[in-house]
């Protein structure tokens, strides 16, 4: 490849398509956390005093972002920042993901906290998926509900201000689509930056990578030589999400910078439909006390779906 176009000295590792942008390995990776400092700014994720808890589960996402961020926060000492790894009880997969979040937090010297599935609600998502007889609900429904709890108590225990996840621009806009093919549109408003459902018992979530391409965070990992586990869950995603990767995958190939089209679309659009949707007004769980929009919440339904609440 050729020079870096920013400094114009060193060889380039990287062309980046949807800006024309020919990086060398140091540029690169200050481009990648100057954009996490942008989109942070961008959306005002963190105050300088806030307490941060990181979602590790010890994939190549979270595992770079809790270096980004360990990076980004070393200039305000005032803050805290944790890692948490929920074990969902999969075996031999997240056993081995505990593994490289241990290893990374120990590395960075951050307070790492770990919790699980079976600790919370007395299975393991192995136990639950032998449970499961409604098919139309997967391992991951099951499991995408119950970390979400996992991980907002978690914080709320830490005392942290803010819960950082390491969705992705990939994650992110694939998401936008299977909602649209869902047909489930108003669920849009919730696929965005920042969180915020006001609510004492609910931690405010922040995505500090959703403007970060997934090829990038990769990119990233492997140039700073962070070790992660790349091994996927053996229930890993629905057929339709792999569909709505593949394809954004061949848009971008082919019409470079769609995914961040696709992005800054739902930017424009969310305003309009957070007004149409009707707000909804949280109570606490009848069962287990939670924050909820109806009388059982979301975890509680499931768990009582499987009969073991
Ligand atoms: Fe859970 Fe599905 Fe992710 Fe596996 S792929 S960790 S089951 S959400
Ligand atoms: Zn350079
Ligand atoms: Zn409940």
């Known amino acids: 490849m050729s020079t870096c176009t920013l400094c114009e000295k060193r060889e380039a590792v990287f062309m ?19 954009k996490v400092r942008a989109t942070i700014s961008r959306y005002e994720m963190f105050q300088p005093d806030d307490n941060i808890m990181v979602g590790v589960s010890g994939g190549k996402d979270s595992v770079t972002l809790l270096h980004i ?29 505990l593994k490289f979040a241990v290893e990374n937090c120990r590395k960075l010297g951050v307070k790492h906290v770990v919790t699980s599935f079976k600790q919370m609600y007395g299975y393991g998502l192995d136990e639950l998926v032998n449970m499961i007889e409604e098919k139309e609900l997967t391992p991951c429904s099951y499991c995408g509900v119950l970390r979400r709890r996992a991980l907002n108590t978690a914080a709320r225990e830490a005392g942290v201000e803010k819960l950082a996840t390491a969705h992705n621009l ?47 965070v990769a990119l990233y990992a492997y140039l700073k030589k962070i070790e992660f586990q790349s091994v996927p869950c053996p229930y890993a995603g629905t057929a339709l999400r792999n569909d709505v990767r593949a ?59 499987l009969s073991i609440a």
């Open 69 to 97: 961020l360990t990076k980004i926060e070393k200039k305000f000492p005032d803050a805290t920042l944790y890692a948490v790894t929920v074990d969902e009880g999969i075996k031999g997969y997240r056993d081995e993901a």
């Open 170 to 216: 990939d994650d992110e806009t694939q998401t936008m689509i299977l909602n649209i093919l869902h047909g489930d549109v108003l669920r849009l408003t919730r696929v965005k930056p920042v969180l915020t459902v006001v609510h004492p018992k609910l931690v405010p979530r922040v995505k500090p990578f959703c403007e970060v391409p997934e090829r990038e």
């Open 247 to 305: 394809i954004l995958n061949r848009l971008e190939g082919k019409h470079a910078g769609t995914k961040f089209t696709v992005f800054r679309s739902m930017e424009r659009i969310r305003p309009a439909l957070e007004a149409m949707a009707e707000e909804v007004k949280l109570r606490e769980c009848n069962k287990c006390g939670e924050p909820t929009g109806s009388e059982l919440c979301k975890p509680c339904q499931m768990l009582e779906k």
């Open 16 to 34: 980046r398509p949807y800006s024309g942008e020919r990086l060398c390995r140091r540029c690169f990776c200050e481009s990648i956390e100057n």
